[in-house]
């Protein structure tokens, strides 16, 4: 009885104790050029329209970038305060614990590449492409820790366990394709590097998750508050990553029905691999998380103001990606209802439309937003919803 008696008065404390649950969740893929039906039928399934990939085509640079970006994060902010002596600092802070789950992919490509792989090699007989500069990044990871959070600014600092379960960097430095249109002979010049980290050997290590909120100068008439938010800023060690690099020219003119019957498959894998220089290795490495920074305005529901400016920009710490940078005008509709629109441009595309809205009820808070509000060569979705209880 005297367990029960205290568990009791343990829910009970909580029942009435301050506590804060948070849930963002968000998923973006984007292009410079490619047209977003082309992506759909890889992501979900169909057919590739030729006049999609035309279309692409003519929109594509010499340079240009694909990209996704997803994850899902969840932070409880205990009752449990540091102190509560309210004459001390520590009364002001709360442990907080939090985990989440993300996946970060992009890749840079040649326009002459997209064409190569999506039309093959007849529309560019006797034509050198230029498939140089090809950069793939994409990992895969998982978070759990705890930290403290200052509930009167709302600023809080996370340390997190990570684990990567997939990550692949990919460098072409030199590349160039040619296709002989009388004699059909292709030359292939190949000059590269790739580091994988399969899933069957995991990679652990540390991320720090910072968001700090600060106000302008005290004698402005109407201060505003800023927003330095930092995730996922860490290290992993994989004890066992598979490099590969390749560094040689290849030609290619095809065999006849004899050399068939006479050369396993293997041997002439073999002869193409050795040809461009191809070597394999193992050894450990230390994987860099694409952590996100971001610096941005925060708009305040209790200023008096019907209309306001929301501007910001965000990094990721991954050559794929571009910094991203966003500005529009916040709307306060109704004293439960805020919305704003804006432009975006960076990130893995151009210039998009922005949007979001955001419903407070009595207790919870909950925030839509879309930084491709027109489905332009991709889609983007962000959620977030705050529970006090």
């Known amino acids: 009885m005297r367990y029960l008696f205290i568990l009791f008065l343990a829910c009970q404390q909580l029942g009435f104790a301050q506590q804060t649950l948070l849930i963002d969740a968000y998923g973006h893929y984007n292009s410079t050029g490619v047209k977003r039906q082309i992506t759909d039928a890889f992501l979900y399934g169909g057919l590739i329209d030729s006049s999609h990939i035309q279309t692409s085509l003519s929109r594509l640079g010499a340079r240009n970038t694909f990209g996704l970006n997803m994850g899902l994060n969840a932070q409880w902010q205990t009752p449990w305060l540091l102190s509560k002596d309210t004459d001390k600092w520590g009364s002001s802070y709360r442990l907080v614990m939090g985990a989440g789950v993300h996946q970060y992919g992009g890749i840079q490509f040649s326009k ?66 040619y296709q002989n249109a009388s004699t059909a002979q292709i030359d292939l010049a190949l000059n590269g590097q790739a580091q994988i980290n399969a899933s069957n050997t995991m990679a652990y290590g540390l991320a720090l998750d910072l968001d700090y909120r600060f106000g302008s100068a005290e004698y402005d008439e109407a201060p505003q508050q800023f927003q330095l938010l930092v995730q996922n800023f860490g ?6 990553t598979t490099e590969y690099s390749l560094d040689g020219a290849l030609q290619y003119a095809g065999y006849s029905l004899a050399a068939w019957q006479q050369t396993s498959l293997d041997e002439l894998a073999t002869g193409f691999l050795d040809s461009l220089g191809y070597e394999k290795n193992s050894a450990q490495k230390w994987i860099f998380l694409p952590a996100q920074i971001q610096l941005a305005k925060v708009c305040d529901w209790e200023r008096p103001n019907r209309i306001e400016a929301y501007y910001g920009a965000q990094f990721i710490l991954r050559q794929t990606y571009i910094p991203f940078v966003y500005a529009g ?9 805020q919305t704003g629109v804006g432009m975006a441009y ?18 919870s808070q909950l925030l839509l937003r879309s930084d491709n509000i027109a489905l332009q060569n991709g889609a983007s979705l962000y959620l977030q919803f705050r529970c006090d209880f």
């Open 112 to 177: 002459d590449l997209f064409g190569l792989v999506f039309q093959g090699g007849l529309p560019y007989l006797s034509d050198t492409l230029d498939l140089s500069g090809l950069k793939v990044e994409a990992t895969t990871f998982t978070k759990i820790g705890f930290g403290l959070v200052n509930h009167l600014t709302q600023s809080s600092f996370l340390v997190h366990f990570v684990g990567v379960q997939n990550h692949l960097s990919a460098f072409m430095n030199a590349a160039t394709w």
């Open 235 to 240: 290290i992993a060690r994989a004890k066992q």
């Open 329 to 337: 005008a916040h709307f306060k509709v109704k004293k439960a209802w």
């Open 346 to 363: 960076g990130g893995f595309g151009g210039l998009r439309a922005q949007a979001y809205s955001a419903i407070r009820f009595k207790r």
